[in-house]
């Protein structure tokens, strides 16, 4: 695979033999974008912790903490990464103890590669599919936040509003009449404050006109 061809992404690989870290980890750069390796479960918990990968692969059976104990420290605070073991054993119960971690693959030993790179390249395709979603989810939520805040702005009168040639009253759409006041208080974000215009102070107020 070419350099530029190379799966986006980052890679924890978290393994304590070192001929088994070197050869998968050597194949594992030249198809993933970055690739970082750990010889433990305690130095791969600390990795994940200072590079925030976006997959993690494990052994299984490791000095210290295991690579299960390590994924369910992980899944426990990032539910959604994909973790991939690789174990040489075959029994049940490790692998019902994965299956309850919800790990998302494995491998047994010794790995096939091809493998390796399927669930690799299933779960970095899953990963960008999940981000891309959340930021047009994100940008969904601006957009709709914009509108609201535009229509909270702007509450605008349009069409026709029939108004009474006598009384100026206005009718509404449910055909109840009221004051031009009470019309635009209901149908805009204008606010009212009162006085007297100089034509009617002279007519009803001559003494103080």
């Known amino acids: 695979m070419a350099p530029d061809a190379r799966l986006p992404g ?3 690989y978290v393994e304590d033999d070192d001929v088994t870290r070197g050869a998968l980890g050597a194949s594992l750069e030249r198809i993933v974008e970055s690739l970082i390796l750990a010889e433990s479960g305690a130095a791969g918990l600390a990795a994940f912790a200072r590079h925030s990968p976006d997959l993690v692969i494990t052994d299984v059976a490791m000095p210290g903490m295991t690579g299960l104990a390590m994924a369910k420290e992980i899944k426990r ?4 990464i994909p973790v991939i073991v ?3 054993y075959s029994d049940t119960q490790y692998l019902l103890d994965a299956i309850d971690l919800g790990i998302d693959g494995y491998v047994m030993k010794p790995v096939e590669f091809d493998r390796v ?3 690799v390249r299933r779960g970095l395709s899953v990963v960008q599919h999940e981000r891309e979603a959340a930021r047009h989810r994100l940008e969904e939520q601006r957009l709709v936040s914009e509108l609201q805040q535009a229509l909270a702005e702007v509450k605008r009168l349009s069409g026709i509003i029939p108004v009474c040639s006598y009384c100026k009253s206005v009718r509404d759409d449910a055909g109840y009449w009221a004051s031009v006041e009470q019309y635009l208080t209901d149908h805009s974000e ?13 007519q009803h107020f001559p003494e103080d006109a």
């Open 77 to 80: 605070t990032h539910p959604h």
């Open 86 to 88: 690789t174990t040489a």
């Open 10 to 12: 980052t890679v924890l």
């Open 190 to 202: 204008a606010q009212f404050s009162h006085g007297i215009c100089p034509k009617c102070l002279a």
């Open 117 to 119: 790179f399927e669930l």
